[in-house]
């Protein structure tokens, strides 16, 4: 860049101090563009968003299919320290998909399940109900929730509360002695709700 001639800045001077101005040369930079030649990156984004839309579900049972996997070695196979990995994976996956799918409430569901691995002492040694009724929740979410109806939302986020509370009391219970997984614990939910 060339250096600014003196004609280019501007100095202003006060009984105390100067204000130097130096022209701006992002200026000569800005294209000003027709109203009909408007490009919108966010509605260019949604639109992009919409036309995936369609491959949601496919995507969401992918992600469900995994989950489902990873349980099902962890019943077949016990807890080791790759499967328990895999099933936090998976469960992270759909926490963090499930919305953006159209599955706010299977979110909630595998967000509770994913404390509960991240959390417990042992995998091994959580009661296998509490995350066959994690895993059959998401599962069902999933199968039942046919977009946004409401009534079932209803009855999937009464679910999600439902299993959110028996993991944190479960959690609560096996964590007396380890005080800062008890914190994490008794954090508020950060999965999305819609």
Known sequence: MAPKKPSDINVETF???????????????????????????????????????????????????????????????????ERQDEMFRAAHDVKGHAATFGYPT????AESLTRIIEHAPDLAKVPEEIITHHINAILAIFREQKRRDESKAETADELSKR????????????????????????????????
Request: aromatic share 4%; glycine share 2%; charged share 30%.
């Open 15 to 81: 009984s105390d101090h100067l204000v130097i101005t130096q022209p701006n040369p992002l200026r000569a930079m800005v294209h000003y563009v027709e109203e009909k030649d408007f490009d919108d990156p966010v509605a260019r984004a949604e639109q992009a968003l919409a036309d995936l839309s369609g491959e949601f579900k496919e995507w969401m049972r992918i992600e469900c299919d995994r989950l489902h996997a990873a349980h099902a070695a962890i019943k077949r196979d016990g807890v080791n320290k």
């Open 106 to 109: 299977a979110a909630a569901a």
């Open 163 to 194: 299993l959110r509370s028996v993991a944190d009391e479960y959690l609560i219970a096996v964590n007396q002695d380890r005080p800062e997984h008890l914190e994490a614990v008794l954090a508020p939910s950060i999965a999305p709700t819609e």
